[in-house]
T-cell receptor, first 109, second 114 residues
Framework: DAKTTQPPSMDCAEGRAANLPCNHS???????VYWYRQIHSQGPQYIIH???NNETNEMASLIITEDRKSSTLILPHATLRDTAVYYC??????????FGQGTELSVKP | KAGVTQTPRYLIKTRGQQVTLSCSPI?????VSWYQQTPGQGLQFLFE???????NKGNFPGRFSGRQFSNSRSEMNVSTLELGDSALYLC?????????????FGPGTRLTVL
């Protein structure tokens, strides 16, 4: 019962910005958007989260549309180590994260 | 600050046995959640503990259980193991259990059931 839709896969050239989209058209006012990534067989790594405003940290930027129905994760200068599955999650129930299938990002030299 | 630790990292069991997995949260974190990851079902929520109480539970059979201790460390137990229980079991901790509290994941325990 994931509440997000992501493309199954994307490619990005090394050094370029990677823009990963996510649709969450049924999001409600108190639900946060979280992004995690998982490199093969490792635990998911937290990237960034936001409620209404755009957010930036040392890893990435999160752009949330004004109606909050979609968001974009931006990795400004992708490297080969950014190759991973990226999960966009809408979180509304305390400790419960509902993971969808995510986007498999391949960064190519 | 040390991250979430899980022990053991790898485990092999046979059908019908039971198994206990352990999770030590980040220091100061009081909420611990468990997830199961399989190739077919992806990452699925098992349960969440906060202040030694189960706060949320996923859609798994009663063979899957857990508990949390006063120091916030958590264990999960799977009884009467089935082949389909082979998976990566992930633990995540957060300061509290609110939506704004980021969950940080451990490296996982890889369970193989033969």
């Amino acid at each position: 019962d994931a509440k997000t839709t992501q493309p199954p896969s994307m490619d990005c050239a090394e050094g370029r910005a990677a823009n990963l989209p996510c649709n969450h058209s049924t999001i409600s006012g108190n639900e946060y958007v979280y992004w995690y990534r998982q490199i093969h067989s490792q635990g998911p790594q937290y990237i960034i989260h936001g409620l209404k405003n755009n957010e930036t940290n040392e890893m990435a930027s999160l752009i949330i549309t004004e109606d909050r129905k979609s968001s974009t994760l931006i990795l400004p200068h992708a490297t080969l180590r950014d190759t991973a599955v990226y999960y966009c999650i809408v979180r509304n129930q305390g400790g419960k994260l509902i993971f969808g299938q995510g986007t498999e990002l391949s960064v190519k030299p | 600050k040390a991250g979430v630790t899980q022990t053991p990292r790898y485990l092999i069991k046979t059908r019908g046995q039971q198994v206990t997995l352990s999770c030590s949260p980040i220091s100061g974190h009081r909420s611990v959640s468990w997830y199961q990851q399989t190739p077919g079902q992806g990452l699925q929520f098992l349960f969440e503990y906060f202040s030694e109480t189960q706060r949320n539970k996923g859609n798994f059979p009663g063979r899957f259980s857990g508990r949390q201790f006063s120091n916030s460390r958590s264990e999960m137990n799977v009884s009467t193991l089935e082949l389909g229980d082979s998976a990566l079991y992930l633990c995540a901790s957060s300061w509290l259990h609110r939506e704004a509290d980021t969950q940080y994941f451990g490296p996982g325990t890889r369970l193989t059931v033969l």
